[in-house]
Each structure stands twice: as C-alpha cells, then as structure tokens.
C-alpha cells in the first residue's frame, strides 16, 4: 500500500494537556475516555473488545503495526475503542499471513488515531492525574476542538452495554453434545464463545436487557455473564436478572464486567479506578489454591474490597499481586462464582483457563 502525507493531528486531553502528532488510521475527529494498555503484542484485539467501547487506547509499547492485521484476530465484528495513540507507526508489515495493514484496516473501519507522540509521558501523565476525557483530531484545533471535547460524557454513570450488546438472540456450537449455556450479553469477545463451544457446549446469546424469564424458556443448563463496557453501577436491568439466576439456583459463571454485576446482584458496589488496569502481564494470586496466575486485564471498575469482605453472600477467591484489587469471588450458598480478568486471552501461558472447566463442573455438580 501507498501511504499518503499524514497530516497533523492533535490530541487535547480533560485538563488542558495537548500533544501534537500526525493522523493515523481515518483521518477526522473523534474522542472518549483514555486509557492505557501494556500489552507488548494483540492490538488488534485490543481495538476490536467491545469493552474498549467509549475509550481512546494509548499502546504503551513503542512499534505499532508491524504485524498488520488479520481477518481471524478480532473479538468483535470492528473496532469498539473511539481512539488510538502510538508512538511509532509502522508503514510495514512482516507478517506473511496478514490480510492487510494495520493502516488499511483502521481506515476501513473508520477508526480516528494520532502516532507520533511520546506515549511514556502520556500514560504517566494518565498514572498521575487519572484517566479522564480527550480527543484526537487532524481537523480542528483550538476552541472548536475544545468544544468538542467538553460533549462528551463522563465514563461514570455511563451505561454503555446496551450500545454494544447483539440485538437478537443466536445461537453457537449446536451440533455439540454438552450443556447448554445462556449468555447474557453485555459487549462479550468472541474467544469467550470459543472456549466454550471448545467444551462441547450449545450456547445461546442473549441481548443485555433480556430477562430472566425469556433466558429459561430456552432451558439452559448454566448462565453465562460477559464482559462489557461502562459503569456497572447504572445496570441495574443486568444485576436485577442475574439476582433472579442466583435465587433459582443455576449454575452462574461471569467474567469482568460479569463480575461487578455478580458483586452488585448481592448488594457488594463497584467503584471507577483511578486509571484502571489493562495488560497481558498481571499476576492475581488464587486464594484457594495459592497458585499465581499471570492474566489479561481490561478495567476501569472494580468491586469494593471492603464490602465484599464483610458480605454475608459472597467471599474474596482471587486478589490483584499488584494493587490488592478483587480479582474474583464466590458465592457462598450459590453456585455462582466469577473473576475480573480474562481466562480466554492468552498473555503467553495459558494459566487461566481452567476456570471453564470449573464452571462446567460447576453445571454437572447441579444436575
């Protein structure tokens, strides 16, 4: 591909802060809340978790795109995030396998970015100050740009699930012989769909407003609670139907944003973080096994550790080696167990994905 002049861009963040760089991706105007992720590979995962959804994403490692893209190595149909910040973007790809550019596939999907910039003080300054609003633009500068900046909503009290959510029911591995799960849908990635068609089970993915009663007309074996953006604390619908689960006593299994609507179905709250944490590199610690797992993380809520500590209903199960964050729990007299970060992502070693095979276990114990 012939790479045309790129014109400057600039990225104005919440409290003033301005970086100045070149546009990559489609060229335009576009913001979010920013964060960052430490991931030294699987961009274009990154781009396309529907739990970016909202966000711009500053890649902390320095060489982007030196792998292209690929049509199989997304979690989605397109790219969820609302921004992209590099430091170097390369021109050139070396993976033979690749189907394009990582420049093409931006473009295609009309995704606004900015390279160029020194990303290492971009997430100090987002380390120290917290994550906050900004905007990238190769189109406005100034007061315009800052105008567009201050319409955009809060990430707390943000219900954004329903934005990304399919919009109707379908259903997954049908030919398999095993159990059937019911997904509740709040932005779910497709390699957690994988891992349990991978175990034989026929699942059915259900909207993220859907009730309880349409879930178990179906008849599932096991409930399902996904991954998703936005502030679990306004999802009231998705906690409402997740308590009614838990009082009929079917097998529960939530992962991210399925653990804050877990914690919040029995009246543990969540919180926004100051910054979050997204990686491939953090190691959380088991508690019943005392084994040390190394995961993929990807959130800007957590569940209180206070309250969960005091809860009659649940109980601490996995807890972040760096900050001493909720990183699981259980329920007590329930089958219904979940954890923060991401089994079916793979930072290297696979140390997490046992838990699937838990929560099948988990449906033969309650047959």
């Not at 021109?91 to 160029?116: P, W």
Request: glycine share 8%; aromatic share 8%; hydrophobic share 30%.
């Amino acid at each position: 591909m012939k790479y045309p002049t790129r014109k400057k861009a600039t990225l104005l963040l919440q409290d003033g802060t301005t970086f100045t760089g070149h546009s990559i991706g489609k060229e335009g105007t576009s913001g979010g809340e920013i964060c960052f992720n430490t991931g030294m590979t699987g961009y274009q995962e990154i781009y396309t978790d529907p739990s970016y959804f909202g966000q711009i994403i500053v890649n902390t490692t320095s060489h982007i795109g030196n792998y292209g893209a690929l049509n199989s190595e997304v979690e989605s149909d397109k790219p969820t995030i609302k921004g992209l910040v590099v430091n170097d973007f390369s021109k050139i790809y070396s993976r033979t396998k690749a189907t394009e550019s990582l420049q093409e596939f931006l473009e295609r999907n009309n995704t606004v970015g900015i390279g160029g910039v020194d990303t290492r003080k971009i997430v100090r300054h987002i380390r120290t100050k917290g994550a906050m609003n900004a905007i990238i633009s190769s189109e406005l500068e100034g007061e315009a740009l800052q105008a567009e900046l201050d319409k955009i909503p809060s990430m707390e009290s943000l219900e954004l699930s329903t934005k990304v959510t399919t919009k109707k029911a379908y259903e997954l591995g049908e030919s398999n012989k095993g159990f059937r799960v019911a997904i509740l849908d709040l932005g779910i990635k497709r390699s957690i769909l994988k891992n349990l068609t991978d175990r034989d089970c026929h699942c059915k993915v259900f909207p993220a407003e859907t009730t309880f009663e349409e879930m178990e007309k179906w008849n599932p074996d096991g409930y399902f609670i996904s991954n998703g953006p936005g502030d679990p604390a306004v999802m009231d619908y998705a906690s409402t139907t997740v308590a009614e689960v838990i009082e009929k006593n079917k097998p529960v299994f939530g992962i991210c944003m399925g653990s804050q609507i877990l914690a919040k179905a029995v009246g543990i709250p969540t919180y926004k973080m100051h910054h979050g944490h997204r990686g491939l590199n953090h190691p959380v610690k088991n508690l019943r096994t005392g084994l040390s797992e190394i995961t993929s993380q990807n959130h800007g809520f957590a569940v209180e550790m206070e309250a969960l500590s005091k809860s009659d209903f649940a109980e601490l199960t996995h807890i972040d080696l760096n900050h001493d964050t909720v990183e699981g729990l259980r329920l007590k007299n329930k089958p219904a167990f979940a954890v923060q970060y991401h089994p079916e992502s793979s930072p290297g070693p696979n140390d997490s994905t046992y838990l699937f095979d838990d929560f099948i276990q988990l449906i033969k114990e309650n047959k």
